[in-house]
């Protein structure tokens, strides 16, 4: 199996600075053939459903905003948060769909603003 | 709009069943794979089980293998999962979520519907 970590578990920031979070597989989910990361980044606000953020390790989710991206292949990603808005006050999810139709998920980072 | 809602949670006693349904709208239902995840109160996510398109094939996270069954009702674009022989630790949201065409992630997402296993 599939095991993605993440770091750290939580950080806070001052608003306008930037966040990086980061996750790590157990092994490489970047598929050969069509060159493609099979990592996902998901957002989770206090008391809503997870909300898609990025997919294939850097493409973002419809209406996400620019300040989010993500990066990194193979083993290593990095979901960065250009310049902190209160509403990303939120934890954060890496999921691997490398081993589709199964799937793993990262155990969260939390974002609060310091 | 593109929605989905769940239903069916509820309080069970441990060794009971329920069973969960997800109401999905707003889109081609019957050619999208669809899928159960967890979340235990303060804890992450945890992927349940996933059904084809044409609900010809099924999985399962091996730990939950046996106790509960997806299935689906495209004439009815309605999403379903039967949990059996229910345990404490099965306490948790559900949320039911689209895969996405092409690409693996979960584009969309319902409510969620919380079940609470407990005597």
């Known amino acids: 199996d599939i095991v993605l970590t993440q770091s750290p578990d939580s950080l806070a920031v001052s608003l306008g600075e930037r966040a990086t979070i980061n996750c790590k597989s157990s092994q490489s989910i970047l598929y050969n053939s069509n060159n493609q990361n099979y990592l996902a980044w998901y957002q989770q606000k206090p008391g809503q459903p997870p909300k898609l953020l990025i997919y294939w390790a850097s493409t973002r989710g419809s209406g996400v905003p620019d300040r989010f991206s993500g990066s990194g292949s193979g083993t290593d990603f990095t979901l960065t948060i250009s310049s902190l808005q209160a509403e990303d006050v939120a934890i954060y999810y890496c999921?691997?769909?490398?081993?589709?139709?199964?799937?793993?998920f990262g155990p969260g980072t939390r974002v609060d603003i310091k | 709009e593109v929605h989905l809602v769940e239903s069916g949670g509820g309080l069970v006693q441990p060794g009971g069943s329920l069973r969960l349904s997800c109401a999905a709208s707003g889109f081609n239902f019957n050619i999208y794979w669809m899928t159960w995840v967890r979340q235990a109160p303060g804890k992450g996510l945890e992927w349940v089980a996933n059904?084809?398109?044409?609900?010809?094939?099924?999985y399962y996270v091996d730990s939950l293998k046996g106790r509960f069954t997806i299935s689906r009702d495209n004439a009815k674009n309605s999403l379903y999962l039967q949990m059996n022989s229910l345990r404490a630790e099965d306490t948790a949201i559900y949320y039911c979520?689209?895969?996405?065409?092409?690409?693996?992630?979960?584009?969309?997402w319902g409510q969620g519907t919380m079940v609470t296993v407990s005597s």
């Open positions: 979520g689209r895969e996405g065409r092409y690409m693996g992630a979960f584009d969309v």
């Open positions: 059904i084809k398109p044409d609900g010809s094939g099924q």
């Open positions: 999921q691997q769909y490398y081993n589709t139709p199964t799937f793993t």
